[in-house]
């Protein structure tokens, strides 16, 4: 598969964009918890935060890394 480049980005940059992306997805899984009813959708929830909670602290130990090695 062959990707497309808009422009080059340095690594610390696509993941600073990439954690933003995450604490949005993060807010409106909270949102959505918050706010559903039905017993399925709020199992569906649970699961959907507590992904998103885990690629956000994976993201950070990530950008740690690179800061950490001078990029």
Do not use: W
């Not at 598969?1 to 409106?28: F, H, Q, W």
């Amino acid at each position: 598969m062959k990707r497309n480049k808009k422009k080059e980005v340095l690594p610390t940059e696509a993941l600073l964009e990439e954690i933003e992306r995450t604490k949005l997805a993060l807010e409106t899984a909270h949102s959505n918890f918050e706010n559903s009813l039905d017993p399925d959708l709020i199992d569906s929830y649970i699961y959907e935060v507590n992904a998103v909670q885990k690629r956000y602290k994976f993201l950070l130990k990530q950008i740690k890394l690179l800061q950490n090695n001078g990029c």
